[in-house]
């Protein structure tokens, strides 16, 4: 299994940016694939989370802002980052596992087993 993320960039406060994340070498079901980031100085913390049955699970401070969406005939992956503050600023991975998370499932670290290596969003002041 191979996961990417594309997308990253540097942008303004208040700007938006589209990751995107596509994985290979599985299309069974059912699945679970999410966004986490690490910031400089911090420990790696989930962003959102979405399942092959289109559940969705964002953290406090995703609410509002970033949206997770798929394209399961492509299986990709999006988060769509609006109204981004200089406190998003690290670097992104998307994680995938062949299982279906439900719930509060989902948002740890230790549930995936596929991670790409990371795409760098920078928002400057």
């Known amino acids: 299994v191979q996961v990417v993320e594309s997308g990253g960039g540097s942008v303004q406060s208040g700007g938006s940016l589209r990751l995107s994340c596509t994985a290979s070498?599985?299309?069974?079901?059912?699945?679970?694939m999410a966004w986490f980031r690490r910031a400089p100085g911090k420990q790696r913390e989930a962003v959102a989370k979405?399942?092959?049955?289109?559940?969705?699970k964002y953290a406090d401070s995703a609410k509002g802002r970033f949206t997770i969406s798929q394209n399961n005939a492509k299986n990709t992956m999006y988060l769509q980052m609006n109204s981004l503050k200089t406190e998003d600023t690290a670097m992104y991975y998307c994680?995938?596992?062949?299982?279906?998370?439900?719930?509060?499932?989902?948002?740890?670290?230790?549930?995936?087993?596929?991670w790409g290596q990371g795409t760098q969003v920078t928002v400057s002041s």
């Open positions: 979405i399942d092959s049955e289109g559940g969705t």
């Open positions: 070498g599985y299309t069974d079901r059912p699945y679970s």
């Open positions: 994680a995938a596992e062949p299982r279906l998370y439900t719930d509060s499932r989902g948002i740890y670290e230790f549930e995936y087993n596929y």
